[in-house]
Nanobody, 121 residues
């Protein structure tokens, strides 16, 4: 019932910037928690950042000061602004959201299909 669609990935040179978007659609009452994960080839998926309904934010140490997570509740969209990108940021980036839907008593976790970010000169 809920779909998450990521966009904004691509190829960028080291030091460049990208802004990822994760748009949720469906019968959504609220997005209680949203996160960005990434997975590089041969590595486990790792949490990059998350934001709660009260805007409590977490960043993994390697992206602190470079990445910014934000949300637009009116648009049911979560963003990840990535600045000063490094080759080690290269990965497939996934959006995850815990959604309270209309007519459902509990929240469910949904994943987007992912978007590729490649940082290379």
């Amino acid at each position: 019932q809920v779909q998450l669609v990521e966009s904004g990935g691509g190829l960028v040179q080291p030091g460049g910037s990208l802004r990822l978007s994760c748009a949720a659609s469906g019968s959504i009452l609220s997005i209680n928690f949203a996160a960005w994960y990434r997975q590089a080839p041969g590595k486990q998926r790792e949490l990059v950042a998350h934001i709660t309904s009260t805007s409590t934010i977490y960043y993994r140490d390697s992206v602190k000061g470079r990445f910014t997570i934000s949300r637009d509740n009116a648009k049911n969209t979560v963003y990840l602004q990535m600045n000063s990108l490094k080759p080690e940021d290269t990965a497939f980036y996934y959006c995850n959201a815990h959604v309270q839907e209309v007519g459902r008593g509990v929240q469910y976790s949904y994943w987007g299909q992912g978007t590729q970010v490649t940082v290379s000169s």
